[in-house]
């Protein structure tokens, strides 16, 4: 990689216990002038494989409570680029993509982007059952774009990284035209793992949205607005609808024509309606007075000056 080649860009990965992900997703992001992996003490290699990718590696150790890590490392890293990017460890930024990105800083016109991703599952890419396309604002300004608050955070089991949350940027976001990949190299245990504690969080998102708790803080929900809104503003009524399970694997693989994804689109439409399943359980656990693990306050966290004064939590 020469200097001509490097991207003004400071990257955030988010990282836990990643060593099948991060050898891909590190190398995919070689033209980034800074990266950060901000690690939750993992227990396997994560960290010595990014020490020795050049990332610069951080430890967050949550409290709880908010903020989780990206907005934590928004608040507290010291990016020494105007734009930063955040990549998760099963994603990869495509040549094309880097290009792209590259033009769009430089030109300056907006404060923010969203990307598009496509979704592979079982090594096919899940083109159909509204999988794709799927925008996701990654690149912005990192004065100017926070995760919105959709308070959740009181419920434990839920990780302690930002997940389906949006960035809201002030200013002005545009579209890429590139795809960014987002393929998982684990294996079914772990997605499964992971969708049993989203199932947690968007168990209280449901409750938020039939309570009537304000959108104050987040993205919003407007059927004239941005994809993301839209998609908010249907998940309003959606969670008031009944037989949600079953109507969304119909909607994934007949309406979506998740079907035209093969053996690969029905596994991950059935997997789609056994996780609605799940989130009507915790709903229903919630609404009839059950905890659903709600934690209680805890130490406030640490800033980021207090683990640079260690040699341990803070490596480059």
């Keep these: 990689m020469t200097a001509s080649t490097t991207v003004p860009v400071s990257v955030l990965i988010p990282a836990k216990n990643e060593e099948e992900n991060l050898p891909a997703c590190l190398t995919s992001l070689e033209r980034a002038d800074e990266i950060f992996v901000v690690d939750s003490q993992s227990s396997d290699r994560s960290v010595e494989i990014a020490e020795s990718r050049g990332a610069q590696v951080v430890q967050f150790d949550f409290n709880g409570r908010w903020p989780k890590k990206k907005n934590w490392s928004l608040d507290n890293l010291p990016f020494r680029n105007d734009w930063v990017l955040i990549v998760d460890c099963d994603e990869r930024i495509t040549p094309e993509l880097w290009d792209e990105i590259a033009e769009v800083i430089e030109r300056g016109d907006q404060d923010g982007y969203y990307l598009n991703r496509r979704v592979f599952f079982l090594g096919q890419w899940i083109r159909h059952g509204g999988k794709y396309p799927d925008w996701n604002l990654r690149l912005f300004r990192h004065a100017k774009g926070r995760y919105e608050n959709l308070n959740t955070e009181e419920i434990r089991n839920t990780g302690d990284n930002e997940v389906h949350e949006?960035?809201?940027?002030?200013?002005?976001?545009?579209?890429?035209?590139?795809?960014?990949?987002?393929?998982?190299?684990?294996?079914?245990?772990?997605?499964?793992?992971?969708?049993?504690?989203?199932?947690?969080?968007?168990?209280?998102?449901?409750?938020?949205?039939?309570?009537?708790?304000?959108?104050?803080?987040?993205?919003?929900?407007n059927l004239f607005g941005d994809s993301v809104q839209r998609k908010r503003f249907l998940k309003k009524i959606w969670v008031r609808l009944p037989f949600k399970p079953t109507l969304r694997f119909i909607l994934f693989y007949f309406i979506r024509l998740g079907f035209l994804d093969g053996q690969a689109g029905y596994i991950y439409g059935r997997l789609l309606s056994q996780y609605e399943y799940q989130i009507g359980v915790k709903l229903y656990e919630l609404k009839h007075g059950g905890r659903l693990n709600i934690s209680q306050p805890e130490s406030i966290q640490a800033p980021l000056a207090s683990q640079l004064a260690g040699s341990a939590d803070v490596k480059g």
């Design 166 to 221: 949006h960035v809201v940027v002030e200013g002005g976001v545009g579209y890429l035209k590139h795809d960014m990949l987002h393929e998982d190299f684990r294996d079914l245990f772990h997605w499964l793992e992971r969708h049993n504690r989203y199932s947690n969080w968007e168990a209280r998102v449901y409750y938020n949205l039939l309570t009537g708790m304000g959108d104050d803080g987040t993205i919003g929900a």
